[in-house]
């Protein structure tokens, strides 16, 4: 008898939407199982803060299907901003880096540290960090991702 080899079936990732929706889906079964609750907000120096003393309990909101499908244009109406700028950023990003300006920046500052390539990743990251801190740089950073792959295949 012959007998066909079986082979075992591997686990294939869902598609990123599905793995979306089954959380969207979670959410809102779980909005009608844990009670919902809210901190009070108070007035501190011109800046509006949690009160961590002032919890309480309300009115359990639990939501729907309609809920649950409007929750995905919602999202998109409540990001748009955020979209946009990405978009912009990334615009930009794209014609500097058109113009051969960042590949012939990394491989100066490679050149300028060869035999201590090991300073290259900390000292951008101190340079993204004071970025961040200073001039309130966050969303735009997914963008700076081309140039840390750009940078680490330059450095082997």
Do not use: C
């Not at 009608?32 to 309480?56: C, K, S, Y």
């Not at 299907?65 to 901003?81: T, V, Y």
């Amino acid at each position: 008898m012959n007998k066909k080899e079986e082979t075992p079936r591997s686990f294939k990732m869902p598609h990123t939407y599905v793995i979306l929706f089954v959380f969207i889906i979670a959410a809102a079964v779980l909005s009608w199982i844990i009670p919902a609750g809210q901190f009070e907000t108070v007035m501190l120096n011109g800046r509006e803060v949690i009160d961590p003393n002032a919890f309480h309990y309300i009115e359990n909101n639990g939501q729907g299907i309609f809920d649950l499908l409007l929750s995905i244009p919602r999202g998109f109406a409540r990001s748009q901003e955020i979209s946009f700028f990405l978009f912009v950023v990334g615009g930009a990003f794209y014609i500097v880096n058109e113009t051969g300006v960042i590949e012939t920046a990394l491989s100066r500052v490679i050149e300028l540290l060869k035999g201590k390539e090991s300073l290259v990743i900390p000292g951008v990251l101190l340079i993204m960090g004071l970025a961040g801190s200073t001039i309130g740089m966050s969303e735009e950073t997914v963008m700076f991702i081309v140039l840390g792959v750009s940078l680490a295949r330059a450095l082997g």
